[in-house]
């Protein structure tokens, strides 16, 4: 098993392009992905975790909401998440533990502020014998 | 990522260029970018062109999808790009036409201090800023307002801070629409959205957001400058932020409930970022609702940012606000939908314009308008990068005829912003700064190298391009001479 994610330029923003064996761990990759955008995800310590489960038309629209709710765990209750596992994961659902610890300033240098998680050149598609995935984030 | 636009681009003189109708079948109309021999190579080398042309394939677009010469590349439009469609002919209106920072925008300031005195004194004062101001990622303001205090302001924009003693009626006539945009619904915004914004009117945010004292340089128009309160010499400060997180998740909720609508109204989009309903539609007058309630809350958010920056230079100069001179110039939104009338072929239109970064552009004698810029024209705000300049232009008729009533909101980024920070490897940007006479103070690490100067398009073009297009007259340049960053 292999999950891979990384960034790459978008002129006012930033993209996170990512691949894995199955889609939960492409899900997990870019999920997490989001997460370091935020805040460097080493300095974030699982002390607990929080369970999100989302429902969308298709697999794409089921990423950009299963990233919001990483961006809304900081947002609305200033929880910066350290890991994520998904549990299980469909076309058009899935479901997630976000581990992770609330903001401390001492310890948790915030990177960017990512306003929102785009549709734009979104792709969440199988190849080969495992998934890719391209996000861009409204920073 | 980005590939070069491959599609028809005729130049049509030395400040536009048109993507002719006739070269994709689902273009309902022309695009048309504004630009010059010194910009265009570098806009045709990114993906912003193919967005303006996305944007003419909307359902009711009229004229043609512009761009103002500080095109770059967007999500759905591309930044810089203006689209008005006719609301009684099915136009649509689309969240991605607006973008997730609804009203994010510039509010200038104007004072009696006289710039020569105010930099031998600029680092104490940005480092008095920097501490009196909410910057920074995630960093809320002073103020929190509870649930019912929030559908007010949400409701009502300046006009509750009015009746709040935190605004006065001069801050409210100095302010695009009054600071308030009529038909704003606080119910069709989500409580998630309440959430995100609810301590966070009254700061500032990260990115590109900023504060800045700048000198006015130049002024190219006396009479329009002195209506404007700007004199060669004298002090200015500039503000840019936006709705918060409340309109960024305002956008993404209704992002969401469009998802479907596509495939209801059988539109075929060629980005799901350019999801829109009609006008005219359940979603859409729910979406513009929650919109206009989120650009309140953005005019609420810089005006308690102003309050704040007057007491700061209060207490720096040990002087009232009232005797600094400190008075506001006007504040201008560039990310927002509005329901404007407009000729079209002769014929007054109803029209939704969408403008995501752009400004709206007003000419002399336009009804919206305040009395005190009745006969001059709506000032237009311009803000440069932080080490070059910032311009105050005034709006024209060309702009009525042309743009529906719209200028540039900036200079555009050329670098991304992974791009600034290599860049900036091995540099220290606030030395860089310094060495231009610029002081400038950040929160994050990143904030001053992904903000750098070179990360944007000379803004000496794009002005000069905007004008000599005519969509707007120069009135004044400023100068940079201190700014906070997130």
New interface residues.
Partial sequence: MAKHCETFDHTADVGLRAEADSLAELLEALAEGLADVLCDRSRVAPARSRTVAVRAEDVEALAVDLLSEVLLAFEMDRFLVGRVTVTSATATAAEAELAGEPHDPARHELRTEVKAVTYHQLQIAPRGRGWIGRVILDL | ??KGFEGTVEQVDGNRWRIPRASWPAMRVDGLIYSSEALISEVLS??APAQVANVATLPGIVGASLAMPDI?????FC?GGVAATDVDSGGVVSP?GV???INCGVRLLRTDLDAADVRRRIEPLISQLFDDMPV???VGGPFTFDRKEMRRLLGEGVGYLVSRGLADAADREATESGGCLNGADPRAVSD?AC??GASQCGSL???NHFIEVQEVADVYDAAVAEAFGLAAGAVTVMIHSGSR?LG??V??DY??VL??APGEYGFDLP???L?CAPVESPPGRQYLSAMRAAANFAWCNRQLLANQVRASLSRFFGLSAESLGLRQVYDVAHNIAKIERHEVSGRPRRLCVHRKGATRAFAPGHRELPDRYRKTGQPVLIPGDMGTASYVLVGTETAMRETFGSACHGAG???????AIRSAQGRRIDKELASRGIVARAR???GLAEEQPDAYKDIEAVVACVAAAGLARKVARMRPLGVIK?
């Fill in positions: 990522m980005a990114g993906g770059h590349w967007g999500y759905g930044i991605g973008g997730y920072d920074g990622v995630g998630q959430r995100r945010g990260a990115g997180g960024h998740q956008c993404g992002l969401k998802r479907s980005d799901r970022q999801v980024r050329v670098l991304s912003r992974k791009a994050g690490r990143t997130g």
